[in-house]
């Protein structure tokens, strides 16, 4: 008599649809799932421990490599965490930069998430057009930092320095000249808030052709309608944050709840599903960047009448300026500790989260009132999604697990850490 066994298949660590290094083993009856059990630590850096081996403000270019596609989000938490226990606030015009650049952060997540998952699907199309807007706003991270992508903009008392009054410009090129040339610079003539309200007035045009692609489109549906429904009570109980969790009908949103910077000035909403299916969430999250792109534009407003300082006055945490360490003997005694030995922090505990764009990122800091953290422990949100994994895909076919990992939206800096 013939013995009939399942299989077992690994699905990654290098798979094009496992978004970084998740390697899944699989239990297979056939092409239906019997059992999934994620397997994580191939990615493993020892941000945490690294962060213990240095002098608090020299670990803020870690948070950036973490959810390497939220960058500024994970400095918030990180730096709000210090703020907490020195007991210190960013002034005002800093809280709205702040505030401004945690949504072009979301906006930058949910584009490549939208333009990666409908590549797991199949729609290829879509990840070209996102792009096209993540090069905009990667412009934006770079004239304020520098750097495209790990920016280390933000710091304790504020951030690195003011949004600048000038834009970069596209130079003369063989492919990009004459009229073409003209058109492409001509978001950039004013300053880099002009630039903004320029993306902000086009942008809703951009979602919208996003969705005319995916919206009703009748395979996209197929894929993604019913697919890995969670309901709002097994959401809560796995801690999930995010769009995971609005995406079964729960609208906790950190920037609402437990508001920080300058989100209890903003207008907006929060967009909630009804199902808890794959389909639901793309919903949610195509809705999100609808009211980031508000955010943003309020951000832009107020930010275009209200100059002021954007670091605490306070040379114990924050440097002086280039002028003032290079004519007074104090100032660069301040600079010269601050970027060796950088500063104690009272003795204390303290956890600061904030609501990026997979859910609720969240520092816990220990301090035994030395110049670097005694322990730092991030909550990632992405951990506590795939841990719903195996019971999510159960009787599901192996495609719907491409289907379920794109909608968690993982990315394993975080995960892994």
């Not at 807007?133 to 770079?142: G, H, I, K, P, S």
């Not at 950039?188 to 009703?216: A, K, Q, W």
């Not at 967009?271 to 195509?286: A, I, Q, S, T």
């Amino acid at each position: 008599m013939e013995e009939i066994r399942n299989y077992t298949m690994n699905f990654g660590p290098q798979h094009p649809a496992a978004h970084g290094v998740l390697r899944l083993v699989l239990e297979m009856d056939g092409e239906t799932i019997v059992r999934a059990d994620p397997h994580i630590g191939l990615l493993h850096r020892g941000t945490e421990k690294l962060a213990e081996s240095k002098p608090f403000n020299q670990s803020i270019g870690y948070m950036d490599r973490l959810d390497y596609v939220s960058m500024m989000c994970n400095e918030h938490a990180y730096v709000a965490a210090i703020e907490n226990l020195l007991g210190i606030q960013a002034p005002v015009r800093a809280q709205y930069i702040r505030t401004m650049f945690d949504e072009i952060t979301r906006i930058l997540n949910h584009l490549m998430w939208v333009g990666s998952n409908a590549l797991d699907l199949g729609a290829m199309a879509v990840f070209l057009y996102a792009f096209r807007e993540r090069e905009e706003l990667m412009d934006v991270y770079e004239a304020v930092s520098g750097a495209r992508m790990h920016a280390t903009y933000y710091r304790p008392g504020g951030v690195y320095r003011d949004l600048p009054e000038q834009m970069s410009k596209y130079r003369e090129s063989p492919w990009h000249k004459g009229a073409d040339l003209k058109r492409r610079n001509s978001w950039r003539e004013g300053s880099m808030l002009d630039y903004l309200t320029e993306f902000t007035n086009d942008f809703p045009h951009r979602v919208d052709e996003y969705e005319s692609l995916l919206t009703n489109n009748r395979i996209w549906k197929q894929r993604t309608v019913g697919i890995g429904v969670i309901p709002p009570e097994k959401a809560q109980a796995w801690g999930m944050t995010g769009a995971m969790l609005r995406g079964s009908g729960i609208a906790w949103d950190l920037r609402k709840k437990q508001p920080y910077a300058a989100y209890a000035n903003m207008d907006f909403d929060i967009p909630v599903g009804v199902n808890g299916d794959c389909y639901d969430r793309y919903l949610v999250r195509v809705e999100e960047m609808r009211q980031s792109n508000s955010i943003i534009r309020q951000c832009v407003e107020w930010l275009k009448a209200n100059p002021g300082p954007v670091m605490v006055q306070n040379y114990k945490v924050a440097p002086p300026s280039r002028v003032e360490m290079k004519e007074d003997m104090e100032a660069l005694i301040h600079h010269f500790k601050l970027f060796t030995e950088g500063y104690g922090v009272p003795a204390g505990e303290t956890y600061a989260a904030v609501e990026a764009p997979k859910g609720e990122f969240g520092c816990y800091l220990v301090s035994d009132g030395a110049n670097k953290p005694f322990r730092v422990h991030l909550r990632a949100p992405g951990f506590a999604h795939l841990s719903s994994m195996d019971a999510i895909v159960r009787g599901h076919m192996l495609a719907d697990v491409v289907a379920m990992i794109g909608t968690y939206d993982l990315v394993f800096g975080e995960v892994d850490r």
